[in-house]
């Protein structure tokens, strides 16, 4: 029987290629949860900001992967509509129609206030020179968040500890590095944080096959960059994530 993936934000660049990567490797039946026609697939056009008209969606799903943000940084009445009651109403929507494991769409944003402290703002300016060579990784049990969308981001890991608590659902949270269509690092800055189609798309992948002994997790997803600065290790020991693609073949100067 194949896997049955609710996927919201599908029209997306990441619901895009994770979209594809599934339907080429096959053995997934996908719907996606969107305000815009999706091509290919099972369409339930709603806004995740309305719990009753996104709720049926859910219904007979094994995974939800929650793609769908709001990404002004500072706009609160847009984070809280799209990533504060709209993750709330996945969750819930998850919970009430009995789906056993939800994929956040969390961010790097979620520690980028780490980016004003040394080394990590060298890193991120690109004056690498100031660069000790042994710098302490920033791990996935770290919080510093940067605007109101990188401290949404942490409502909605948090939320989704409490759901798994709870709830005894598993839920999966990605702090999703930097992707574009253009697939290559666009600021010095991205240098550390690129984030590769092929890899995106795998470890999204991933996550939805995770072991069902995955209840909680919260994962980094950069591909395999010199300067970069989260830590892979634990989603290389826990989903084998091993990424394919480097800031390094693209490296941005400014």
């Not at 997803?221 to 892979?232: E, F, I, M, Q, T």
């Amino acid at each position: 029987m194949p896997t049955k993936v609710l996927i919201t934000g599908m029209s997306g660049l990441i619901g895009g290629l994770l979209k594809d990567h599934l339907q080429e490797l096959g053995g997934y039946e996908l719907t996606a949860l969107n305000r815009s026609q999706v091509e290919g697939v099972r369409n339930h056009p709603a806004d995740i900001a309305d719990f009753d008209a996104i709720r049926p969606a859910f219904d007979g799903q094994d995974v939800v992967v929650h793609l769908a943000a709001y990404l002004g940084a500072q706009d609160w009445e847009g984070q809280h509509a799209g990533n504060v009651v709209g993750t709330y109403n996945v969750f819930e929507a998850a919970r009430q129609a009995g789906v056993k494991r939800v994929i956040f769409a969390s961010s790097g944003n979620a520690i980028r206030g780490f980016e004003f402290v040394s080394p990590y703002k060298e890193i991120a300016s690109g004056k690498y020179d100031d660069v000790p060579d042994n710098f302490p990784m920033i791990t996935h049990e770290q919080i510093r968040p940067e605007a109101l969308y990188g401290a949404a981001k942490v409502w909605g890991e948090a939320l989704g500890r409490h759901f798994s608590d709870d709830y005894d659902m598993s839920i999966i949270c990605v702090r999703i590095g930097s992707v574009h269509r253009e697939n290559r690092p666009m600021s010095v800055r991205e240098n550390a944080i690129y984030l590769g189609h092929r890899d995106i798309a795998n470890m999204l992948r991933l996550c939805i096959d995770a072991p069902k002994s995955v209840k909680y997790d919260v994962f980094f997803a950069v591909s395999n960059n010199k300067w970069n600065y989260r830590d892979l290790s634990h989603p290389k020991e826990v989903l084998g994530y091993e990424p394919q693609e480097s800031a390094d073949d693209n490296f941005f100067v400014a």
